[in-house]
């Protein structure tokens, strides 16, 4: 009989790394590690990496794992300990131009 836990966990092995360290996603190259790190490049995938990691905190009985949503890391500073939870980090680089307005992905640099 399989375990409960093991299918969510068998998810997030697919969709999340472990022990990711932070200080790559900081200028100042400076951090721990996230529990928990996925990186999407569409909002469809953020939804999907959301979703599952909901599914994941029904299972593990621990909703205490937050999400912390990262762009492109340029002003964040990460502690030692690093991040508990989900690192979300957002690679979405797309632009929209209406008029006046624009729109930018997560994660765009002003530079581009």
């Not at 068998?10 to 990711?20: A, I, Q, Y």
């Amino acid at each position: 009989m399989e375990d409960t836990l093991a299918a969510p966990f068998r998810v997030l092995e697919k969709m999340f790394e472990r022990g990711v360290k932070l200080s790559v996603f900081s200028n100042f190259k400076i951090g721990g590690e996230a529990d928990y790190f996925a990186n999407v490049k569409s909002i469809e995938e953020a939804k999907d990496a959301i979703e599952r990691w909901h599914d994941f905190l029904k299972s593990d009985g621990d909703r205490d794992k937050k999400i912390f949503v990262l762009g492109s890391g340029t002003n964040i500073l990460w502690g030692d300990r690093g991040c508990r939870g989900l690192v979300l980090r957002q690679d979405i680089k797309n632009f929209d131009f209406d008029g006046n307005a624009l729109t930018a992905g997560g994660g765009v640099l002003m530079s581009e």
